[in-house]
């Protein structure tokens, strides 16, 4: 009995990094911790939150159970229905908050961004794999025109933090597949030309958000109030924070969304800079496992995948704290395995899947 208990538990576990998986769980306890203060010590908050994990760990094992050449054939198709959902999110979508973000499909709501996020690294992956012996300049034209249009439809929602984030992990692709130094530089430089004309087409919330950045007092009960009250939080944790469940900022309730994208002051100002400190190296160490097992990939799609996954991961984290600490605009992007929620939640552990699918799928079967 106990030998068959042994196998079975070999065998589910058996596409199931380790080390990735231990930095993963260290993260989710912070955040498990971090929540249960954030939300006034609320158990139906922790309850949701336990069920978004059974789901998100379980949609991870499917994720790291499907070989490496499975991938392949999927990236595509992938990539096709979630532009097909962007598009019909901009003829039929919901609107909420102003914004044109959701599909209703009457037994879900789906917000079809979040699988973007993945689909197109997959398809840019599979697109320079296939082109992997005879890539010229052409490719990289194509591969940018891929992920253009879905991030021109996220924009227009509006959304312009997710359309930013998701741009950034098709730039991760780009790069990983040997873009040359000189373009990078080149569209850098467009990029920054491009400026006026991208402010002369940002919604108004948008440009206050902006401007609101430079000084945030000039609407201290406004526009400005979120980044004034986290900055607050932030710097009064000092070293060693105030204690966990002590907080002031949360707990006379100054500070806004403290259960979802400004949950990182929670834990600054409970933990103090200790506390941050120890919480970087966490993500630090996912971060690192992620890049190693994309060093040590077998093939172009999956370094390509892998690559993208753990970057954007760190760019994530790295939105969430800036805007929180109050050097980059709010833009409304949850600190990842930290912040209350479901469909983001799920989505950050199908790319620890796939992670764990290209560091334990060795062998490449292609068809």
């Known amino acids: ?15 199931i990094d380790g080390p990735l998986m231990a930095a993963v769980m260290l993260l989710v306890v912070a955040g498990m911790v971090t929540l249960y203060s954030a ?42 229905a ?10 039929f979508g919901d609107v909420r908050n102003g914004a044109r973000r959701w599909l209703d499909l009457g037994f879900i709501s789906l917000q079809p961004s979040e699988l973007m996020k993945l689909a197109l690294p997959l398809a840019l992956a599979w697109y320079f794999d296939r082109y992997e012996s005879s890539l010229r300049l052409r490719n990289y034209a194509i591969a940018a025109l891929l992920f253009i249009l879905p991030v021109a439809l996220i924009a227009r929602q509006p959304d312009l933090g997710t359309a930013l984030l998701i741009a950034a992990s098709g730039c991760y692709v780009l790069f990983l597949a040997g873009l040359p130094w000189k373009v990078i530089f080149a569209l850098a430089g467009l990029g920054v030309a491009a400026l006026p004309l991208l402010w002369s087409v940002m919604h108004d919330y948008q440009r206050t958000r902006v401007m609101i950045l430079l000084d ?32 002031t900022q949360t707990h006379l309730d100054f500070l806004p969304e403290r259960t979802t994208d400004f949950i990182f002051a929670v834990y600054s100002e409970e933990f103090g800079l200790f506390g941050n400190a120890l919480l970087l190296l966490m993500f630090l160490l996912v971060i690192g496992r992620g890049l190693v097992i994309t060093l040590n990939a077998p093939t172009l799609f999956a370094r390509l995948v892998g690559g993208s996954i753990a970057m954007t991961f760190f760019t994530y984290a790295f939105v969430n704290m800036g805007m929180v600490a109050g050097i980059l605009p709010v833009v409304g992007v949850p600190l990842p395995l930290i912040s209350y929620g479901g469909t983001a939640l799920v989505s950050v552990f199908f790319g620890f899947g796939l992670l764990m699918s290209i560091s334990t799928n060795r062998k490449l079967n292609r068809s």
């Open 82 to 91: 979630a532009l097909v959902l962007l598009v019909a999110v901009a003829l």
């Open 1 to 15: 009995m106990l030998r068959a208990v042994e196998t079975l538990w070999r065998r589910a576990t058996a596409h």
């Open 216 to 247: 945030p007092a000039q609407d201290p009960l406004g526009a400005g109030y979120h980044t004034i009250q986290s900055t607050i939080a932030v710097g009064s944790g000092g070293w060693f924070g105030k204690g966990w469940l002590q907080g």
């Open 39 to 80: 939300s006034n010590q609320s158990f139906d908050r922790m309850e949701n939150k336990l069920f978004n994990l059974g789901v998100a760990f379980a949609v991870m094992w499917i994720a790291a159970n499907i070989p490496i050449a499975q991938l392949m054939r999927l990236a595509m198709p992938a990539y096709l």
